[in-house]
């Protein structure tokens, strides 16, 4: 029973992991999609970034996570919203799925809120830095080595690049969206913490 136990296990893995691929590869050719129809379309789809301070740009907050500046800057979100957003979704999709909205309507409203007046913002970077913190610190807050080893692989990876896109020095980067998308991350692994179940008793305790 044990070795039907774990080869259950096993495959529940490989079919999450599968889920979660078929799903970022889906979500980042998307992305070019869209891009593909703002370039036919004249640009008409950087419409829907937000433009601060402005009641009628709410609207956008969601849709402005999907749109990019051309071809150069959807083709840099592209790698590690694929990777990040695969890690993020192994933890299941419901999961992920919070995360994400959370992450991008959080990152949105502030960007609205805070961002320099005229400007115009739109792009992944935002989930994409969102992301990043929350695989960098959900493993320390549920007390999991594995999550804790993630975090640490994805620190290094993507450490150097995440710290220079903070940066305020940056002409044409929204720092802002940035560092509102990475706060909203770190949240994020507080809010959606995952709990351990006592095998004994069945019941919930928070990790």
């Known amino acids: 029973m044990p070795d039907m136990w774990d080869a259950r296990r096993e495959v529940s893995r490989g079919d999450r992991a599968l889920t979660a ?8 050719a998307l992305l070019w999609l869209l891009e593909v129809a703002d370039a036919i379309s004249g640009h008409a789809l950087d419409d829907f970034g937000i433009v601060p301070r402005t009641p009628s740009e709410l609207v956008d907050v969601v849709p402005a996570a999907f749109i990019h500046f051309g071809f150069a800057h959807v083709a840099a979100n592209s790698v590690p919203l694929l990777v990040l957003g695969f890690l993020a979704a192994l933890g299941g999709i419901r999961r992920f ?4 909205a959370l992450i991008v309507v959080a990152d949105g409203l502030g960007v609205w809120l805070i961002s320099p007046s005229g400007t ?32 640490l692989l994805v620190a290094a990876i993507w450490g150097g690049s995440i710290l220079a896109g903070l940066a305020p020095t940056q002409s044409g980067v929204s720092w ?23 095998s004994a008793s069945g019941q919930e305790l928070i990790a």
């Open 21 to 28: 691929a078929k799903l970022m590869a889906g979500w980042v």
């Open 97 to 100: 799925a919070a995360v994400c």
């Open 120 to 151: 115009n913002t739109a792009g992944a970077s935002g989930l994409i830095f969102g992301l990043f913190g929350f695989l960098l610190v959900t493993g320390f807050v549920e007390r999991r080595p594995l999550g804790v080893l993630a975090g």
């Open 176 to 198: 802002q969206g940035h560092l509102l998308g990475l706060v909203a991350g770190v949240a994020a692994a507080f809010v959606f913490r995952r709990r351990k179940t006592d």
